[in-house]
């Protein structure tokens, strides 16, 4: 008999941490035991009887003298430990974990961090490395990016098209980095010239689930995300996408009540009680990138269309963002000796011609979307260049490609959100 994987769930409102202790199997007399631990010693213990339930639970009410919540501004964690032990009290099992008290909920058209609106600016991170592609080179690897993006002026990531190593949001707990989790759905669509592409299939829905299952107890993040950039136009017909975008939905949901889940990622928002709505804008003129978000004080936001019709049922006034945007194509090695692009580089829209013009194209794009009342954050592409997108902030080496101060600066200016 064992200690198997539970959930930690922060009740802000109770001022208590709730701890699921699953146990291998139940036996008469033996216990589960959860402590919290502060810096100043344990805060609080409780026990509960692990022959009754398959799934034990205790609660953890924190005094108010010894309650800290953990936010970007100060991640604090609680230290963790839970304990088996079988009816004449010896110890069967032991496991030292962490926790935070951190609360996400919306209110409107606000996402509320602890009660705050806390705008999110987030860079997307696809989490590929030169030499080891996919998979971090090392665990200091994993830290160094989210240092990366914290000096560039960001405060979290959507971690793009792939679950990353837990091991990552580890270190985006102990930094305060926000976190939206996500699936690698790779361009699951039926329109257009990718009609071969891949259907979604319940398999996705198993293995999303494994992943929100895994990581729902880092405090970090924030919200979900199962799918991204799925093309489909609505019609008068349930199809597969239709299916699968809701179970993925709704499983999430299940799975973790306590984090908003945006259905896709731009394009198909098929789920009308998604709780959050965004659209991806790589329009990289800020004067007709304002005019595209113009409408959302209105209830009109930005949506991804396509020429053959509409992609997503109608926005139902929830919180929006841009969740991708930018991607400045800017790379000072990429001329070749005869002063042309190289072909391989690539990025969105024109190619600035120097530094400067990247500078002002940036301020451009993200004072628009800073000065939006109604926009609870965004995700610029990207942290890196990755292969021959050569849009990231640093290069794919990570070594430095842009003056990082200025790139801070430019995000540093206060967001009319916050104000509201």
Not at 90 to 117: F, P
Request: glycine share 8%.
């Amino acid at each position: 008999m064992q200690l198997r994987r539970g959930a930690v769930t922060a009740n802000l409102g109770a001022a208590a941490l709730t701890v699921e202790l699953p146990v291998s199997q139940n036996r008469r007399g033996w216990t589960v035991t959860a402590t919290l631990f502060d810096a100043a010693g344990e805060v609080v213990s409780a026990s509960a009887r692990a022959d009754l339930d398959k799934t034990p639970t205790v609660s953890l009410p924190i005094p108010a003298d010894r309650l800290r919540l953990w936010s970007p501004a100060d991640p604090h964690l609680y230290d963790l430990t839970l304990e088996l032990r079988d009816d004449r009290g010896a110890l069967v099992d032991r496991v030292a974990s962490y926790a935070g008290m951190r609360s996400v909920t919306i209110d409107a058209t606000a996402i509320l961090i602890n009660g705050q609106r806390v705008f999110q600016r987030l860079v997307l991170d696809q989490g590929y490395w030169p030499d080891t592609l996919m998979t971090a080179p090392d665990d200091a690897a994993l830290r160094r990016d989210i240092e990366l993006a914290l000096a560039a002026g960001f405060n979290g990531a959507r971690l793009h098209q792939k679950v990353f190593e837990e091991r990552s949001f580890y270190h985006a707990d102990r930094l305060g980095y926000l976190v939206w989790g996500e699936f690698g759905d790779w361009g699951a669509n039926s329109d257009g010239p990718d009609t071969d592409n891949q259907q979604p299939t319940a398999s996705f829905v198993t293995q999303w689930l494994e992943a929100v299952r895994r990581d729902r107890n880092h405090p970090s993040i924030v919200g979900w995300c199962p799918l991204n950039e799925t093309h489909q136009r609505i019609g008068d017909q349930i199809t597969v996408l239709d299916d699968v975008t809701r179970a993925m939905f709704w499983a999430t949901k299940l799975a973790d009540p306590t984090r908003p889940v945006l259905d896709a990622s731009g394009y198909s928002h098929r789920v009308a009680e998604t709780d959050v709505w965004d659209s991806h804008d790589y329009q990289q003129d800020p004067g007709w990138f304002a005019a595209n978000h113009a409408g959302l004080a209105g209830g009109r936001p930005f949506v991804n269309r396509s020429e053959h019709g509409e992609y997503s049922l109608p926005y139902a006034g929830q919180p929006y963002f841009v969740s991708e945007f930018g991607g400045i194509w800017w790379n000072p090695d990429a001329l070749d000796a005869d002063g042309r692009v190289r072909t391989e580089s690539w990025g969105y829209g024109d190619r600035v011609r120097d530094e400067e013009g990247f500078y002002a194209r940036f301020e451009g794009l993200t004072g628009v979307l800073l000065a939006d009342p109604g926009m609870f954050g965004y995700c610029y592409t990207q942290l890196t260049d990755v292969f021959q997108e050569e849009n990231g902030i640093y290069r794919f080496d990570r070594s430095a490609k842009l003056d990082v101060e200025r790139i801070r600066a430019a995000q540093q200016r206060p967001a009319a959100y916050e104000g509201r």
